[in-house]
């Protein structure tokens, strides 16, 4: 995305944001937004960027953003509709994300997208966006809720090397054609506003989960388990069966995800 793209999205998008600003280079809009958030910056905010040199993914990991190849921005969103929550607020705040990315997707360009629990969103199964939410407390307090989206658009957003650590996609490739990142950009931004306080989310979420009723590999802790998807809890856990038959819901941060090794 450039600053015309950026321009051009936002135009539609009056009145939706407090501050919005775009970066041709940046380290992370992340760390944008959080530092607005210290200076004192309330309502919703959005900042996005061409490049990130410091971009960051989950569990610590880098994320590469190259100029005009995909779209990264993060947002500042609105805590209320996440206060009663706070116990999964990170987990619901990264599916409603996602499920509004796998909308806008469906909507704009006819895509099959999944969400890959927690964060991801998959095309053909392979990742085409990841998502990186962060939340700062004061005690029991939520201060802020920041989502960072990272999007593929062209086949040059795959980083090359062995730097990762799923399968990676990108619109691109999988349509076959070429994409108006202004449009894309607005499409799913809107779709995130609108679709901020929802009660179909747990319901449509599962709808678009990849590996229901399938087995999938969790690694906890470093420990790889066996478990069948068997879909989302209403906080936005993921429940599974083990293989001795004993259900449980795993949140964020504790496992990672992965499909079967046979
Ligand atoms: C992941 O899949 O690990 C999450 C990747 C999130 C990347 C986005 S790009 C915009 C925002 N700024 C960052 O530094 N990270 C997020």
């Known amino acids: 995305m450039n600053t015309s793209d950026f321009n051009l999205a936002i135009s539609s998008l009056e009145g939706s944001f407090t501050k919005t600003a775009f970066f041709e280079t940046i380290g992370s809009t992340n760390d944008v937004v959080a530092e607005w958030v ?3 910056v309330k309502g919703m905010c959005l900042a996005a960027a061409g490049e990130q040199t410091r971009g960051r993914g989950r569990a610590g990991r880098t994320w590469q953003s190259s100029a005009g190849n995909c779209l990264a921005f993060s947002l500042l969103l609105d805590t209320e509709s996440y206060i009663n929550q706070e116990s999964n607020v990170l987990g619901l705040a990264a599916l409603s994300t996602a499920l509004a990315i796998c909308e806008s997707l469906e909507s704009q360009y006819g895509l099959k997208p999944e969400i890959k629990w927690p964060n991801d969103v998959l095309l053909d199964g392979k990742k085409v966006c990841g998502i990186l939410p962060e ?4 005690g029991d307090q939520l201060r802020s809720l920041i989502v960072g989206v990272g999007v593929n658009v062209t086949r040059n957003a795959i980083p090359t090397g062995d730097v990762l650590n799923f ?3 990108s619109i691109e490739e999988v349509l076959g054609d070429n994409v108006d990142q202004s449009k894309l950009f607005f499409s799913i931004v809107a779709q995130i506003v609108k679709k901020k306080m929802r009660t179909d989310l747990i319901k449509e979420s599962e709808n678009r989960m990849a590996y229901k009723d399938q087995e ?13 998807v068997i879909g989302l809890a ?3 856990g993921l429940r599974a069966q083990l293989v001795d038959g004993e259900q449980r819901v795993f949140y964020t941060g504790e496992i990672q995800l992965r499909p079967h090794a046979k």
């Open 135 to 138: 939340t700062e407390w004061n």
């Open 38 to 40: 210290h200076q004192g």
């Open 234 to 236: 209403a906080d936005g």
């Open 167 to 169: 399968p990676a996609t």
């Open 216 to 228: 999938v590999d969790l690694v906890i802790n470093g420990n790889i388990q066996t478990a069948t």
